[in-house]
């Protein structure tokens, strides 16, 4: 084999490995950067809570969460809206809480919330003629846009 066509092999060799590396690294770029974003308090978040609601209750839930949740939330600062959905199969409620940012929404002191908490669970038991509150948070958490 002469030299020239060595030259040639190894030459394409290495314009491939480039852009393999190349491709890779871009890749992983993109997900290192998406991936420090959500560490952003800045951004829009969405809180995420699951209910325990059983279906017979559901509509006294919903006229509770309607009568104490959404006026006292519609007066917070970053508050931009909430849906909310309910699986009849698994009864479960999904509540999504839009903020403006992480920093807004953390300050709402934990005192205030409980204070509201308690006002929607005691609207909840004499409604319905309970000694406790039927509903049982399952998991609450975070969301980040990743746009």
Known sequence: MNFKSLFD????????????????????LSVMS????????ELLIVE?????????????WLK??????EPWLARQEGFLGREIFYNEEKEEALLLVNWESKKLWK??????VNRI????????????N???????????GELFNQK
């Open 9 to 28: 092999k190894f030459s394409r060799w290495l314009t491939y490995s480039s852009i393999i590396i190349f491709i890779i690294f871009h890749n992983n």
């Open 34 to 41: 998406a991936s420090t974003m959500n560490q952003n308090k």
């Open 48 to 60: 995420e809570l699951r209910l325990e609601v059983p279906a017979k209750y559901k509509k006294a």
């Open 64 to 69: 509770a969460e309607n009568q104490i949740w």
């Open 107 to 112: 300050d709402i002191s934990i005192k205030e």
């Open 117 to 128: 908490q308690d006002l929607f669970e005691e609207n909840v038991k004499e409604a319905l």
């Open 130 to 140: 309970l000694s406790k509150n039927p509903f049982k948070l399952i998991y609450e």
